[in-house]
């Protein structure tokens, strides 16, 4: 968790960084702009993904001593983010005029919005290369990928949003995957080499059926969530204009950083750890609760902290016109709280292979957010966006402590 915070750490403050040069060079239109952009790679990514990352995973780390299977999973994993990348990547090109027209309700952004397909191309080339670092457990790799990914792709796409203002933003979502893509494959060199012979394709088909039927279902969680966050964005937007799906996003990101931050260090040790064990209910259950005190010892304390200091973070991380979004954002972080409290709960069902509960419990949280999102917008606004999720997450924490 070390290793990974410590990466994480410094993606935070890159992310900081960019963020703030992104509000500073194209304002709360323009962020809500790339926010869309991303809702839509992430809604795609994510369908198109087929959940085989986190199939993967624990297809591996559940053979960890089998170097036959890993071998066999590695070439799946690869040749099938390829694949159905280039098969969305296309789809998302051919539909790119009605897809601007439902986001933006004009298709005069179909060139940027079909370009947004090989962004996804590459991030599932991304997702099949970092699942097999997380299934052998090469934290230290993982640390340098997060790293070295962030600081290139930052790079790149500032200079791409500072020559050519509000239109660089697509090439700002382009260029951070593609680098990451890069760096891992180069970092990845140093795996073992694989020790099965030439797969058939008879066998990698049924390598990659065995995955999808188990991924289908977290796809399907995942998906949710990713279209959830895009309905969301597209409601605000059309509904309270695009500026205020800025202020949306910039709240949200504020609310994702740290927590995210939080969840991936664990989640990078826990989840294969968790899948050695699940069969054994102390050692799991034991496992589960250390998470838990550790990431509200960690993380708590922090998020409270932001409720009282939320208007001056986002006057510094962002620039004043983005203070509105205050009230939105202390929602959001006492809802983080019961995010942290709830995570551990979650994996047991991934690591259990318990898909129908997990996607259940999923598919209630984001139905509870968007539901109560429409409900309340109309009478308060665009901070309705942060009580719905606090909302939200203190049923799901109900939910799941009941379940589990």
Same mark, same amino acid.
């Given at each position: 968790?070390?290793? *990974? ?7 935070? =403050?890159?992310?900081i ?6 509000a ?16 839509? &790679?992430?809604? =795609? ?17 559940? @053979? ?5 299977? &890993?071998?066999r ?15 969305a990547?296309?789809?998302?090109? +051919? ?19 079909g370009?947004?397909?090989v ?10 290369q ?7 457990r ?5 640390? /340098?990928v ?6 290139g ?10 020559? #050519?203002g #509000?239109?660089?933003?697509i ?9 990451? =893509?890069?760096i ?5 060199r ?24 188990l ?20 409601? *605000?937007?059309?509904?309270?204009? *695009? ?11 504020v609310?994702?950083?740290y ?6 260090? !664990? ?8 899948? #050695?064990?699940? @069969?054994? /209910?102390?050692?799991?259950?034991r496992?589960? @609760?250390? &998470?838990?005190?550790?990431?509200l ?12 200091i939320?208007? %001056? ?17 202390? %929602?959001?972080?006492?809802?983080? =709280?019961l ?22 419990? #999923?598919?209630? %949280? ?7 999102l %429409?409900? +309340? ?9 942060? !009580?719905a999720?606090?909302?939200?997450y203190?049923?799901?924490? *109900? ?6």
């Amino acid at each position: 968790m070390l290793v *990974i915070g410590s990466a994480q750490a410094v993606n935070i =403050v890159i992310s900081i960084v960019r963020m703030k040069v992104l509000a500073v060079l194209v304002g709360p239109a323009g962020l809500g702009l790339f926010g869309l952009y991303t809702s839509l &790679q992430s809604t =795609v990514g994510t369908f198109a993904g087929l959940g085989l990352e986190t199939s993967g995973v624990r297809d591996i780390a559940a @053979n960890k001593d089998d170097l036959a299977v &890993q071998s066999r999973v590695r070439t799946v994993l690869f040749t099938a983010g390829l694949v159905q990348g280039a098969i969305a990547m296309v789809l998302v090109w +051919l539909f790119r005029a009605p897809l601007a027209q439902w986001l933006f309700g004009d298709a005069s952004r179909a060139t940027e919005t079909g370009l947004v397909g090989v962004a996804i191309l590459l991030s599932l080339v991304l997702a099949s290369q970092t699942a097999i670092l997380r299934g052998l457990r090469r934290i230290g790799d993982l640390g /340098r990928v997060t790293v070295l990914s962030a600081l290139g792709g930052t790079i790149g796409g500032l200079i791409a949003v500072w020559l #050519e203002g #509000e239109a660089g933003l697509i090439w700002f979502l382009l260029v951070q995957p593609l680098v990451a =893509v890069l760096i891992t494959a180069f970092i990845s060199r140093k795996l073992p080499r694989a020790v099965t012979p030439r797969l058939t394709s008879t066998d990698a088909f049924a390598a990659w059926k065995s995955m999808a039927s188990l991924g289908v279902v977290f796809m399907i969680g995942g998906l949710a969530g990713a279209a959830t966050l895009l309905f969301a964005r597209s409601l *605000i937007a059309r509904d309270l204009g *695009i500026e205020a799906a800025g202020l949306f996003s910039a709240s949200w990101g504020v609310a994702m950083t740290y927590v995210g931050f939080l969840l991936g260090a !664990m989640a990078a040790d826990f989840y294969p750890r968790l899948t #050695e064990v699940i @069969n054994d /209910r102390a050692t799991s259950v034991r496992l589960m @609760n250390d &998470q838990a005190q550790l990431g509200l010892a960690i993380g708590g304390p922090v998020l409270l902290a932001l409720v009282g200091i939320a208007p %001056w973070f986002l006057a510094i991380l962002y620039s004043s016109e983005f203070v509105p979004a205050a009230e939105m954002l202390q %929602w959001q972080t006492v809802g983080n =709280v019961l995010k942290l409290a709830s995570w551990p709960m979650g994996f047991a069902y991934i690591a259990a292979a318990r898909s129908r509960i997990f996607l259940a419990t #999923e598919l209630a %949280w984001n139905a509870a957010f968007l539901g109560l999102l %429409w409900v +309340l917008m109309p009478v308060i606004g665009v901070e309705a966006a942060g !009580m719905a999720f606090m909302i939200a997450y203190a049923m799901y924490f *109900i939910l799941l402590h009941v379940l589990t």
